[in-house]
């Protein structure tokens, strides 16, 4: 059974930094690319970040660029989210991803197994 376990967030203020954590088992996320997307109250899931399978591929939604670094350890079978000058905006659940193979994924139909997510609340 796949299951993946997001971990990390938490309330901060503005200007705060968090790094989120995903940590998979029962899959080898060597294999795959993986992503990070985050849901605000009332909005749809929407991508944030994504890697491909040896990190040698990144992408990142405009907002988030310059501010947010994804990053993996396939020793460890863990991605993360490292969340750098945190804002208000960047308020909501956070899930990761897997995508079925190894390449770099951006759409949230294209990610095949999802964590439960982890809160990220951003006080101004």
């Known amino acids: 059974q796949v299951q993946l376990v997001e971990s990390g967030g938490g309330l901060v203020q503005a200007g705060d930094s968090l790094r989120l954590s995903c940590t998979a088992s029962?899959?080898?996320?060597?294999?795959?690319?993986m992503g990070w997307f985050r849901q605000a109250p009332g909005k749809e899931r929407a991508f944030v970040a994504a890697?491909?399978?040896?990190?040698?591929?990144?992408n990142y939604t405009d907002s988030v660029k310059g501010r947010f670094t994804i990053f993996r350890d396939n020793a460890k079978n863990s991605m993360y989210l490292q969340m750098n000058s945190l804002k208000p905006e960047d308020t909501a659940v956070y899930y990761c991803?897997?995508?079925?193979?190894?390449?770099?994924?951006?759409?949230?139909?294209?990610?095949?197994?999802w964590g439960q997510g982890t809160q990220v609340t951003v006080s101004s």
């Open positions: 890697i491909d399978w040896n990190g040698g591929a990144t």
């Open positions: 991803a897997t995508a079925p193979d190894y390449d770099l994924k951006l759409q949230t139909s294209e990610f095949q197994y």
């Open positions: 029962g899959i080898a996320l060597i294999t795959k690319g």
